[in-house]
């Protein structure tokens, strides 16, 4: 019976020293445990975010003026229908491009401040400026004048005012009192000179007229007075063959009561610090639209160029010695 009991006991022992080997043993299983969170591998990711690959993305903007990536920006002046433009300036850009390799975007100003503003903030590389707005972006040192556009044989154009034939104004004089369009306050035919005119004729335009309503294009102007909704208006000479297709009976109902004297005409420029070397190129490619009848058709779909001549910043001397004779600085006008 002891013997039973000691076997007892030792069998007894024996389950205990199991059971706490059990419970040792998986204790110990878990131990690996601090494998998993020995996770700081996972925080080793850090190396994915040392991917300087995409923080080079950079590069993409570095690719070459006047490429597909990088395409040269021509800001074009806002003076008549935006659809109108962009479809004269889109078969003009492609020529060069198939000329020179070089590529080019047109873009249409909102207003004539705009297309200055996308000169000097760099925005736009290259230019298609009327005249006062050059003079403006010149005086700021954002543009530099390459080519002038030719119209009816001549690099220079006249404004005009206009008014229905009954109107009752038959002067510059008359004006006073009466609702004025105009394009935009920065359009040198549009505003500029016949601001000159009405001050030589003793109309102080901001204070004799009794509404100034920007209308946003020459075309846009004609209709404004052709429809009555302002008593007069400017434009460049001869605006109303914009809307003629449309307004057969235009010239009947819209007539001409003064025009201007001689304005240089408007221009393609470049940013001062643009390559050389592309300018040269462009110019050149640009110039061969002389040449030939599709050439001219695809100038003449542009503002109505009918060719261009290559000018520099001179060409404009006279029009700035014509405002400083009528005592009138540019800024007095920009507005």
């Known amino acids: 019976m002891r013997k039973n009991r000691n076997l007892y006991l030792l069998f007894a022992l024996l389950i205990v ?25 996972a925080t080793e990711a850090p190396a994915a975010t040392e991917a300087p690959a995409p923080t080079e993305a950079p590069a993409a903007t570095e690719a070459p003026l ?20 962009m479809a004269g ?20 100003a909102t207003d004539y401040a705009a297309h200055i503003e996308a000169m000097c903030s760099g925005e736009a590389q290259m ?4 005249t006062f707005a050059y003079v403006r972006a010149r ?5 530099d004048a390459a080519l002038a556009s030719v119209r009816y044989g001549s690099t220079s154009y006249a404004g005009q005012i206009i008014t229905q034939p009954d109107s009752g104004i038959t002067s510059l004089a008359d004006l006073a009192g009466k609702t004025f369009c105009r394009p935009d306050p920065e359009s040198t035919s549009g505003w500029v000179m016949p601001k000159l005119m009405m001050l030589g004729a003793g109309i102080d335009p901001d ?8 209308t946003g ?6 209709l404004a007075v052709y429809n009555g909704d302002c008593d007069a208006g400017a434009t460049f000479q001869d605006a109303r063959v914009l809307v003629a297709k449309d307004y057969p009976d235009v010239n009947d109902k819209v007539a001409v009561i003064a025009t201007s004297p001689p304005i240089p005409n408007d221009n393609i420029s470049f940013r001062p610090d643009f390559p050389p070397e592309l300018r ?11 040449d030939s009848d599709d050439g001219k058709a695809m100038l003449k779909g542009l503002f109505s160029w009918q060719g261009l001549e290559k000018v520099d910043d001179s060409f404009y001397d006279g029009f700035r010695q014509a405002l400083e004779a009528a005592g009138m600085s540019i800024e007095d006008l920009s507005h």
């Open 127 to 130: 230019g298609a400026l009327s």
């Open 89 to 108: 300036a889109e078969p003009i850009a492609q020529y060069v491009e198939e000329k020179t390799g070089i590529v080019i975007k047109p873009v249409v």
């Open 17 to 41: 020293v199991a059971t706490v080997l059990a419970a040792c043993g998986s204790k110990a299983t878990p131990t690996p445990a601090p494998a998993a969170t020995e996770a700081p591998a």
């Open 217 to 222: 294009g020459h075309d846009a102007t004609v």
């Open 139 to 143: 005086e700021k040192g954002c543009a």
């Open 280 to 290: 040269d190129k462009i110019v050149s490619a640009l110039l061969t639209l002389n």
């Open 66 to 85: 006047g490429t597909a990536e990088n395409p040269i920006i021509w800001v074009l002046t806002p003076s008549q229908d935006t659809q109108k433009v």
């Open 207 to 214: 204070k004799d007229l009794a509404q100034i309503v920007d």
